[in-house]
């Protein structure tokens, strides 16, 4: 019963974080992410093996930790980012989302060498993961390679578009 609550829970928080990302205000944003973030520590406590509830909640406190309304809390948001982080990746070492949210950390720390190698292990993994493509893109962008970023962010944009138009992803990412 506690695995089905959880995955309640997590659905309400990806639910949220969607709206988050369509939102026109910060206000109405932070609104979002802290339902998601509540729904998500909730799917946590109610399995605290639910690796995709801790990435939700890594990828929430990642948009929090440069959201320019809430610098005040940075430090706390940070402490709460690389937490997340480490348990999701403990728990799935191989989810791409577990990988990049590693990736971000190296990002954040100033290693561009670690991030980079981070996107192409989570490529490795799943070549058609939206934000592993976008990273990849802005990683070539950074090293001058303009035609293989350009491929990576059509990449990106076709799987987007094709997501956009899927029922299982329109919650995600409408």
């Known amino acids: 019963?506690?695995?089905?609550?959880?995955?309640?829970?997590?659905?309400?928080?990806?639910?949220?974080?969607?709206?988050?990302?369509s939102s026109n205000t910060t206000e109405v944003k932070l609104m979002h992410i802290y339902k998601s973030l509540e729904h998500g520590e909730k799917a946590t406590a109610l399995d605290p093996n639910h690796s995709s509830a801790f990435n939700l909640l890594a990828q929430a406190y990642n948009f929090l930790i440069f959201e320019s309304s809430v610098q005040d809390k940075r430090e706390e948001n940070d402490k709460k980012f690389r937490e997340y982080t480490e348990k999701a990746?403990?728990?799935?070492?191989?989810?791409?989302?577990?990988?990049?949210?590693?990736?971000?950390?190296?990002?954040?720390?100033g290693d561009k060498q670690r991030f980079a190698d981070y996107v192409n292990k989570?490529?490795?993994?799943?070549?058609?993961?939206?934000?592993t493509l976008m990273a990849k893109g802005m990683n070539l962008l950074e090293e001058s390679a303009f035609t293989a970023a350009i491929d990576a962010f059509t990449l990106y944009l076709i799987h987007i578009l094709r997501c956009r138009r899927s029922t299982l992803c329109r919650s995600r990412w409408s």
């Open 122 to 131: 989570a490529l490795e993994v799943n070549p058609h993961h939206s934000r």
């Open 89 to 109: 990746f403990q728990l799935d070492p191989k989810n791409p989302d577990s990988i990049m949210n590693m990736g971000f950390i190296a990002f954040i720390d």
């Open 1 to 21: 019963m506690n695995a089905l609550s959880s995955w309640d829970e997590y659905l309400q928080a990806v639910n949220s974080y969607a709206l988050m990302n």
